[in-house]
């Protein structure tokens, strides 16, 4: 499987504290049946000037590749592809308009979250303006955002207007509450999410262990929900083909 949201990379974010901490995230998501996972963290771009955000991806990167080493090292079977989670916000804008946001490997497929009580305009607004610039948009966890929860169908506004949606195997679980559960069963259900992923966070509470996500996908949406928003989709996305 492709688990294309995590905090695996220690010490960038709230994710992984140490390196060790990121090698269990590893084990748990290989144990989990997950065989490429992308390691997004948190990309907070305003309080970064453009010198520091190269400062910043450089730091990514070298720890990244310190992370994969570690992997071979230890011969954990777990690709990790470069990728960040951005905060939208107006520097988010400015940096979409000068091509510097750090997409999934080398693609222009970037992660997107914004504030949980961001307004449904101010988002949608944000999400069609980084589209013109083209980029293709995620919209990481959308059964969060209040204005999803508080309107159902603004999902599928999102959906028509050709974002990317993407739930989190948490929400299904219920581990982010009833709201966010109905929510998220109502975009899946409907089938509008494009992918599903874990947003692991640590190797205890928000695990990078998606087999029970699968399970519950083919059970709750139909056989087949698993392959196509845990394996195909993602797979596609990160080759730059249009999902299914
Ligand atoms: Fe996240």
């Known amino acids: 499987m492709y688990d294309l949201h995590m905090h695996i990379l220690p010490g960038l974010d709230d994710g992984a504290e140490d390196m060790e901490e990121a090698v269990e995230m590893a084990e748990t998501a290989v144990f989990g049946g997950t065989a490429v996972c992308a390691a997004t ?16 991806l450089a730091a990514y990167r070298k720890k990244l590749e310190e992370f994969r ?13 470069s990728g960040m989670e951005l905060l939208a916000d107006s520097r988010l804008l400015e940096y979409a308009e000068s ?19 961001i307004s449904f305009r101010r988002a949608a607004d944000t999400l069609d303006e980084l589209q013109r610039k083209k ?18 169908q603004r999902a599928r506004t999102l959906f028509r207007d050709g974002v990317i949606l993407q739930v989190n195997s948490g929400s299904m679980e219920g581990r982010f509450g009833r709201s966010v559960f109905h929510a998220a069963d109502y975009i899946l259900g409907e089938g509008l999410a494009g992918l599903v992923a874990s947003d692991a966070h640590d190797s205890v509470l928000r695990t ?20 196509v928003l845990l394996e195909e989709n993602p797979a596609r996305i990160l080759s730059g083909r249009h999902i299914i």
């Open 99 to 117: 091509h510097v946001l750090p997409g999934y490997g080398t693609t222009r497929t970037i992660l997107v979250e914004f504030h949980f009580d």
């Open 135 to 152: 980029y293709r948009v995620i919209l990481a966890h959308p059964e969060r955002y209040d204005f999803i929860r508080q309107e159902y």
């Open 41 to 56: 963290s948190h990309g907070k771009l305003s309080k970064f000037s453009l010198r520091d955000l190269e400062q910043y």
């Open 208 to 227: 990078a262990d998606l087999e029970e996500t699968a399970r519950i996908l083919d059970l709750s949406y139909g056989n087949g929900a698993a392959e």
């Open 69 to 81: 080493r570690e992997l071979t090292r230890r011969q954990i079977p777990l690709q990790v592809v």
